[in-house]
C-alpha cells in the first residue's frame, strides 16, 4: 500500500495495490502491520457500513472527549467527497479541512484521526461506505457541525438545494460554538 501524508498532520490517504486480471480483482483492504508501521497503533474495535444515494451528505460528525474515534473509511460502490475538519485547538490547522475523492474505483482509503469532525457526501447514484473506528459509538456524546459552516468554508460539489441531511445534521451547531479538542 502507498501511504500519503496529506497537508493536514495525521490524516493520511491509503492507496492499495491491485491486482487486476481476466477474473476480476485483488487487493488487501488492511494490513494491521503495515498499518502500524506508517501510520501508527491504532486498535480498530467495530467496522460499519451505510448506503446512500445520490447527494446525501452525512456530517460533519464526531464524538466528544474520550469517546472520540479515529476512522479508516472507503467506499466499495459508488463515489464520495470524503471531509475531516481538524478540531484540536492546539494544532496549526485547527480549523482547516482536507477532503478526498473516494471511489469503487480508485479504492482509496482516508484514515482520520481522533480530533477530528468527518463527513461525506454522495457524488455516484448510489454508494456503499465502510468504515473502521477505534472506539464504540456513545451517542450521549456525539456532536455535528453544521456542513456549510462559513467559517471552515468546504467546497461541496452538489449544489445546497440537491442536498439530503437528516433531521440531526440539518440542526447542526457552527463551527464557533463546537467542543474542541486539546
Known sequence: MNYIQTEIDGVWVIE?????????????????EEFRANIGDVHFVQDNES??????????????GEHSQAKLVRVIKGKVLDVAVDLRKS?????????????????????????????????????????KVDNMYAPQVE?????????IGID?????DQLLLSEKDGHAVSFKDAVYFE
Open 143 to 151: 456532536a455535528s457541525i453544521r456542513f456549510n459552516d462559513e467559517t
Open 91 to 131: 494544532s496549526p490547522t485547527f480549523g482547516r479541512y482536507v477532503s478526498v475523492e473516494l471511489s469503487e474505483e480508485n479504492k482509496r482509503q482516508f484514515f482520520i484521526p481522533r480530533g477530528f469532525a468527518h463527513g461525506f457526501l454522495v457524488l455516484s447514484d448510489e454508494a456503499i461506505f465502510t468504515y
Open 51 to 64: 448506503k446512500s444515494s445520490f447527494g446525501v451528505l452525512r456530517g460533519l460528525h464526531y464524538q466528544k
Open 156 to 160: 461541496w460539489p452538489v449544489a445546497e
Open 16 to 32: 492499495p495495490r491491485v491486482f487486476n486480471d481476466a477474473r476480476g480483482y485483488f487487493m488487501e483492504a488492511f494490513k494491521e
